[in-house]
């Protein structure tokens, strides 16, 4: 041990001469292992438990002598056995010390403990008298994913690896029979005569790599991700083979094999990348972060394997040297894997080991007779004397805790610390003795997981389990500190085209990009979430008044504004914003999410693309809503509702060509109501399948009593469906069964099917309607005229009838100026040969305009209000003629459906 300089202090000069008195007498040994973190046992010559130190019965939960006097054996899972006799048997006959080898060691509690060991022979050292164990329980890490799995077996491959060659194909089987992987495979780098690429060792998939000539390996090297990670020696990951030009030559390999994704590493020997460790998976997006980290730990043990067995006699000649008295001494401190240092009572530094210096970057010379506060993190640099009071004072007598330093080249180290003091025989502390662990990966890795777990693996945001957590904590911060906040639920107007239109990472990208949008709005006090699928949350605190919610609302809608570029177009996105505000006086934050949700959808009833507040009229509305869904539920049961029929007129003729099935209920306690009312959420659950069977099943009963004269003159039968149950995969097999069962020809049924719908998801509802038309089925566009469908659309659905909605005609009636419009509708239709139905016609007014436009069918109150079925039947024997007789009855239900339809 080198003396203190010149110019430390008389303290100095007293601990370092206490130094050297302990360094002569085993108290000095003792000290070392009493106070090491690591594992220290000693064995006799026939493996027998003889000591065992603090850390070892506190770690594997030993009581100070209860394992002392048997085989280290008995504690030795049976299949690492042989590892650790043969590492045993070697250091015993040769002098050791051994290599790092891993095994399984039982703790008191009978769980299997992963210990990582090296044995070093002391038999003949009068002070010892026994094979010395250093070693650290290594479990905890070797379990943190599939990664490190891999790296536990591979670890003990590289133990027993005897020949390099053997060591990269046993590591390459491990990868793919522990880790998931389809193909691991270890390429050298050739350098003469030209550079290229050898596989040296392979498993799993290996056709993959069949056949690969001298061109292939050498472009690859040139201008592929292989050579990139060779010529970086940094990791490439490519998530989708086929979105990487750079790899077109091996596509065909990619797809023989059914390899997707891929994962290369660099093997650094030294300075110097002399192969790569490249990993394959048939799953898209297989490799995550934390894994090609970890792979990238297993490629670096594998360059250190390779060149430790590469330089085998180097390392035998040293651990011959490292056999003198002065490395059994000194076994607990230079040698030791962890980090340790001695320091004065002062905190100056009497002496460090290698670790310690490769831990913090800086020459021993540097340390040395100095404080350790120059390079301590400036947030912990006091932690050193804190600790060091509290044992002088007597608080505690061994002191653990974690502390950063900053490494020379500028990067933190967190280490873990273990200190105590070194005491004479008369309990005088002399010194003290710090063991240390680099926990800087392990904190790291924490950390990631931790964010992982809490933020949206997509865009990055806060997740659901987050902002649940931060709306807690604002709704009490609301409710101690006064002010108000707000919940902002933000769901994406009609998403699923992106998805359905240009495929799910077109979608994801999109995603991104609200997400960079609303971020830049977001104030740095709140918080921005991804709810899941394309909604999001805005918690926004420290509003002075529930108004001003209303211009963050605003900022929110107006950032979506501007077209997002989506592959070659240019896609408006818009979104439909749900608010509720709290001031943590009542309720929950549960209740406040309900709340916006209920906004939410009120806006979404709205027309989308606008900011809806919260109101108790939601909730109540929201409420009778639901009751109406379960008496609908009860009403359908019981067969209570009533499927009506509104005849269908050739305007010039007014000759009855066909009728439409209108459903009707007449509620026990609410009296008549409204179809609007109860059929406008039926898209949001089974119950519209149900309410669909049973008008289908309904209409085409009647239908089938309709008389007829000629084919000709068969009425058809117009039946309205939910966009849901129109694209609903199974709807067209149960259009044609109920066809069948029912007798009625396929070409009298009309399926007709909303605007909205068509616009929501065109390509789905072109499928379809054709699917219905192969069955002979025709199919109606429901409400033209209420969204944004252009007459170009018309040719992609094809529809064989349109159906002008009623408000457009009486726009088209009421204003000259519309009616043009209306005309054109008629004109481009006739072009396209498709039918043209106008509703509305009320009166004769009504009737007289739409006949001078071009308009050929129509229905309206004008002709009949919706009939029940024995009068429906009558109209098709008789025409409209059936009705001319004027009755109370005839005049009663006209009335009730016009009272009906206002509502």
């Given amino acids: 041990m080198k003396e203190p300089s010149k110019g430390t202090r008389d303290s100095g000069r007293d601990s370092a001469r206490a130094l050297a008195r302990l360094g002569a007498s085993e108290r000095w040994f003792e000290a070392l292992v009493a106070s090491s973190s690591d594992l220290l046992v000693v064995l006799d010559a026939e493996a027998v438990l003889t000591y065992a130190n603090p850390a070892s019965r506190e770690q594997l939960g030993f009581e100070e002598g209860s394992r002392t006097g048997r085989s ?191 994962c290369a590493l660099p093997l650094a020997i030294g300075s110097e990348v002399v192969g790569v460790l490249a990993l394959h998976s048939d799953e898209v997006g297989f490799f995550g972060a934390d894994e090609v980290e970890l792979f990238g730990g297993l490629a670096q043990d594998l360059a250190y394997g390779v060149g430790r067995l590469r330089d085998a006699a180097e390392l035998v000649s040293a651990q011959e040297r490292l056999r003198t008295s002065e490395q059994r001494f000194r076994l607990a401190f230079e040698a030791n894997a962890a980090p340790m240092l001695f320091s004065d009572l002062g905190d100056r530094v009497i002496d460090v080991n290698d670790a310690f210096c490769r831990m913090v970057g800086r020459r021993r010379e540097e340390i040395v007779g ?24 007597g608080d505690v007598d061994q002191a653990r805790y974690v502390k950063r330093y900053v490494h020379r080249d500028g990067h933190v180290v967190t280490a873990e610390i273990t200190r105590s003091a070194a005491r004479d025989e008369r309990g005088r502390i002399l010194y003290f003795v710090s063991s240390e662990r680099d926990v800087t990966e392990e904190s790291l890795r924490a950390a990631r997981l931790s964010h992982q777990a809490l933020h949206d693996p997509l865009t990055g945001l806060a997740n659901r389990t987050l902002l649940e957590d931060r709306l807690g904590q604002a709704f009490s911060r609301a409710a101690r500190q006064g002010g108000f906040g707000a919940i902002l639920l933000i769901d994406l107007d009609d998403f699923k085209q992106v998805n359905d239109t240009h495929g799910h990472l077109a979608g994801d ?189 309904g209409a085409l009963e009647a239908a089938r009593g309709w008389p007829t004269r000629a084919d000709s003159e068969r009425p058809y039968l117009g039946v309205n469906v939910t966009a849901r149950q129109f694209l609903d995969p199974g709807f067209v097999t149960q259009v044609d069964a109920a066809l069948a069962r029912h007798g009625l020809d396929a070409a009298r049924l009309v399926v007709e099917v909303s605007e909205e719908a068509a616009l929501g998801d065109p390509e789905g509802c072109a499928a379809t309607a054709a699917a219905l038309r192969a069955l002979g089925v025709r199919v109606a566009l429901d409400g033209f005229g209420t969204g944004v469908t252009s007459l170009g659309m018309l040719a992609d659905l094809a529809p064989d009838v349109i159906k002008v909605d009623v408000s457009f005609v009486r726009e088209a009636v009421a204003n000259p100026a519309a009616a043009p419009m209306l005309q054109t509708i008629l004109e481009h239709a006739a072009r396209l040969d498709l039918g043209v139905l106008v509703e509305g016609v009320e009166d004769e007014t009504v009737l007289e305009r739409v006949r001078a436009l071009g308009a050929r069918y129509g229905q309206g109150f004008h002709f009949a209000p919706a009939l029940d079925a024995e009068t429906a039947r009558a109209v098709a024997r008789a025409g409209l003629g059936a009705l001319q007789p004027t009755s109370d009855l005839t005049t009663w239900v006209k009335s009730a459906e016009r009272s009906a339809q206002s509502r």
């Avoid at 990139?228 to 990951?237: K, M, W």
Wanted: with cysteine; charged share 30%.
């Fill in 72 to 262: 280290v054996f008995d504690l030795i899972h049976p299949e690492d056995h042989e590892i650790a006799a043969t590492a045993f048997a070697d250091v015993v006959s040769t002098g050791g010390p051994s290599s790092p080898f891993v095994i399984r060691i039982m703790n008191v509690e009978g769980d299997w403990r992963l210990i990582e060991a090296v044995l070093t022979n002391c038999l003949d050292d009068p002070a010892i008298r026994g094979v010395v164990v250093n070693a650290h329980d290594v479990t905890e890490p070797l379990h943190l994913t599939r990664a490190l799995r891999v790296l536990t077996d591979v670890h003990r491959i590289l133990v027993g690896a005897t020949n390099e060659g053997d060591l990269l194909e046993r590591a390459c089987q491990s990868l793919v029979a522990k880790g998931a992987i389809k193909l691991a495979w270890v390429g050298y780098v050739e350098r003469e005569p030209r550079p290229r690429i050898t596989a040296v060792a392979r498993a799993g998939r290996t056709a993959f790599l069949d056949d690969v000539d001298a061109p292939d390996a050498e472009a690859e090297f040139d201008g592929g991700i292989i050579g990139e990670v060779l010529r970086t020696g940094t990791a490439r990951v490519v998530d989708d083979v086929r979105r990487a030009p750079e790899l077109s030559r091996w596509w065909g390999r990619y797809d023989a094999t059914g390899l997707v994704s891929g």
């Fill in 370 to 393: 100095r404080e350790t506060r120059p390079f301590s993190h400036p947030e912990d640099a006091s932690l050193t004397r804190e600790w060091r009071e509290r044992i002088l004072a």
């Fill in 509 to 697: 990208a999109l995603l991104e990009a609200v997400a960079r949008r609303l971020t830049g709005v977001a104030r740095a006090s709140d918080t921005l979430a991804r709810f899941g699928g394309d909604e999001f949350i805005y918690l926004a605190e420290g509003l002075a008044s529930p108004a001003e919610v209303e211009v963050v609302a605003r900022r929110f809608r107006d950032a979506l504004a501007a077209p997002f570029a989506l592959e070659d177009t240019a896609r408006r996105q818009r979104a439909s914003i749900g608010v509720a505000v709290f001031d943590g006086s009542e309720g929950a934050p549960s209740e406040v999410l309900a709340d916006a949700d209920l906004a939410l959808y009120e806006a979404k009833s709205q027309g989308k693309s606008c900011y809806v507040l919260f109101t108790p009229d939601l909730r109540e509305e929201a409420v009778l809503s639901r009751s109406l869904a379960r008496d609908l539920r009860e009403a359908l049961e019981a067969g209570d509702l009533e499927v009506r029929f509104q005849p269908v007129v050739d305007l010039a003729s007014l000759a009855v060509v066909g009728f439409e099935a209108l459903l009707r209920w007449d509620h026990p306690i609410r009296g008549a109501v409204a179809p609007r009312e109860f059929l406008a959420g039926l898209d949001e659950g089974d119950l519209a399948a149900a309410v669909t069977a049973y008008t289908v099943e």
